[in-house]
């Protein structure tokens, strides 16, 4: 059975799970992702969920671009019509790998603790069953325990775990030396580089949950810079030049709500001296910009770890993949 005809059918449900309805369930979803992760979110994260409030404040989103990436899509928990609980599920990209990823799990305060997210979870892993997935993946923070016990008990493994590292706005920028290895700017091409790099730095299962491919590395080119550019953001990416690049650093930009977001892969054999080399290149390619946040998510490497905290960065979260095998 589909999602869509589970939809059709449920769709005047009054009381009990349901999947959501885009056209009149965005406020209330955006409300309560508000509410469970207000507190919790990054410069990046803030700013998706600014976009949502945005769009639910029009109304018009769901009827105009029912696909969007920005409408929500899973299924909502109801009482007496009002949504306190929700759970968004979307197929994973790329979609060869035949998973599907879960994600905002949240319940509204005043009703935790009655099985809702036991039950929201149930029917994402079955709408995941009957769409034929091979996989069912997730992300928790580390230090939730109720929540890690849930996913364990419904049968999901740790695959890994990634650490989102802040380093505060008007911190002056380090005084840090030059890069001494030599790099190059990445191009289009060096997408496989980045992938190979990232192959061995995460476990298989933890690149199926992060999406690590080669899109998501794709940086150069005129339609790339054209989109940043439309979307006030500026980047530059590099990898270590050699035939066996261990060193790959992008930062971006967002002018308009005003952070840096940094990727560093920095191979496994690399220590403290391969981390101080990637981050002076970063560093190197935010100088001219001010000293507004920077967000950096990365591999649970402790080398690395240990450099960006020496640079002013502050640990935020440590978030933990999860996989479900179907």
């Known amino acids: 059975m589909s999602t869509l005809s589970i939809q059709v059918r449920s769709k005047f449900k009054s009381s009990g799970v349901r999947p ?11 409300d309560l992702i508000g509410i469970g992760f207000g507190e919790e ?6 700013k998706i969920l600014q976009k949502m409030q945005q769009i639910a404040r029009r109304g018009t989103w769901a009827q105009i671009y029912p696909g969007s990436i920005s409408t929500p899509s899973g299924f909502v928990w109801v009482t007496g019509r009002r949504v306190v609980g929700n759970l968004s599920l979307r197929r994973a990209f790329p979609y060869g790998t035949g998973g599907w990823l879960i994600g905002n799990v949240v319940v509204h305060p005043d009703y935790r603790g009655r099985g809702i997210s036991r039950a929201l979870m149930d029917a994402a892993i079955n709408a995941a069953r009957d769409a034929a997935a091979r ?12 929540a890690r016990g849930l996913y364990e008990r419904l049968g999901f493994t740790a695959c890994g775990q990634t650490q989102h590292m802040i380093r505060p706005d008007a911190l002056p920028w380090p005084a840090y030396s030059h890069p001494q290895r030599a790099w190059q700017v990445s191009r289009p091409r060096d997408a496989s580089t980045w992938t190979r790099l990232a192959d061995m730095i995460y476990t298989p299962n933890q ?4 999406e690590t491919h080669a899109s998501l590395y794709t940086f150069g080119g005129w339609f790339h810079k054209l989109e940043l550019w439309f979307s006030r953001q500026r980047d530059g990416a590099w990898v270590q030049q050699k035939a066996d690049p261990r060193l790959a650093v992008h930062v971006r930009t967002d002018y ?18 391969g981390a101080g080399e990637a981050l002076a290149r970063a560093f190197l390619g935010v100088r001219r910009y001010r000293p507004w946040p920077i967000v950096a998510v990365t591999a649970d490497q402790p080398f690395l770890v240990g450099e960006l ?8 979260r440590t978030l933990l993949q999860m996989i479900l095998t179907l």
């Not at 979110?41 to 803030?46: F, S, V």
């Not at 308009?256 to 001296?273: A, G, K, M, N, S």
Request: one cysteine or more; glycine letters at 6%.
């Open 207 to 210: 690149r199926r949950v992060l």
């Open 20 to 30: 959501v309805d885009p056209r009149h369930d965005m406020r209330a979803v955006v």
């Open 135 to 146: 996989w069912v993946g997730l992300e928790v923070r580390v230090d939730n325990d109720i």
């Open 309 to 316: 905290e020496a640079t002013g960065f502050q640990c935020h």
């Open 41 to 46: 979110l990054d410069p990046q994260g803030l």
């Open 256 to 273: 308009q709500y005003r952070f840096h977001l940094w990727d560093i892969l920095v191979h496994p054999d690399e220590t403290e001296t």
